[in-house]
T-cell receptor, first 107, second 114 residues
Framework: KNEVEQSPQNLTAQEGEFITINCSYSVGISALHWLQQHPGGGIVSLFMLSSGKKKHGRLIATINIQEKHSSLHITASHPRDSAVYICAVRRGSRLTFGEGTQLTVNP | DGGITQSPKYLFRKEGQNVTLSCEQNLNHDAMYWYRQDPGQGLRLIYYSQIVNDFQKGDIAEGYSVSREKKESFPLTVTSAQKNPTAFYLC?????????????FGDGTRLSIL
């Protein structure tokens, strides 16, 4: 079993829909990261969380340390949100990554 | 603008050949990392370095080698001992002095076997 599990693996939505991607982990962590990977392969960091909730524009990330679970929400989704979203947990100076969620938002 | 530069973007290797992937950062970051990404799998750590002239093996170091002669540079050599080198390789860096800083990633190098 992977230390970091994401669901769903693939997600297709219509423009404007509310999106939720989930991440569960099985180890103690110091922080959790949400990353976005575009088709060209480059990765950008969206959020880093150690507790509670963070919001940036239409993106919201939450974490429940006791339940070892985090969610990434996208409100009013848009075709430009189409990408792979990756959850990663930090232990010491290292990150362990989930397999990613491929999101496709259709116009 | 500061960032991480990986080159080349695409690389082709013949059987039995060593190839070196370049990673340079001008962010003054202490730590640098090499990851491998295969379809349907999460990123896996190959090697990482927290200080010049020192580096540690990650989870899949066999068939790879690295050097860290300068703070800005962390090249990865894929040796002929790596039997399945076709993959997407990502370099990342981070500041160690500020805990929980995000890792910054390069745009990756896609390596294929001819």
């Amino acid at each position: 079993k992977n230390e970091v599990e994401q669901s769903p693996q693939n997600l297709t939505a219509q423009e404007g829909e509310f999106i939720t991607i989930n991440c569960s982990y099985s180890v103690g962590i110091s922080a959790l990261h949400w990353l976005q990977q575009h088709p060209g392969g480059g990765i950008v960091s969206l959020f880093m969380l150690s507790s509670g909730k963070k919001k940036h524009g239409r993106l919201i990330a939450t974490i429940n340390i006791q339940e070892k679970h985090s969610s990434l929400h996208i409100t009013a989704s848009h075709p430009r949100d189409s990408a792979v979203y990756i959850c990663a947990v930090r232990r010491g100076s290292r990150l362990t990554f989930g397999e990613g969620t491929q999101l496709t938002v259709n116009p | 603008d500061g960032g991480i530069t990986q080159s080349p973007k695409y690389l082709f290797r013949k059987e039995g050949q060593n190839v070196t992937l370049s990673c340079e950062q001008n962010l003054n970051h202490d730590a640098m990392y090499w990851y491998r990404q295969d379809p349907g799998q999460g990123l896996r750590l190959i090697y990482y370095s927290q200080i010049v002239n020192d580096f540690q093996k990650g989870d899949i170091a066999e068939g790879y080698s690295v050097s860290r002669e300068k703070k800005e540079s962390f090249p990865l050599t894929v040796t002929s001992a790596q039997k399945n080198p076709t993959a997407f390789y990502l370099c990342a860096s981070t500041l160690l002095r500020q805990p929980n800083q995000p890792q910054h990633f390069g745009d990756g190098t896609r390596l294929s076997i001819l």
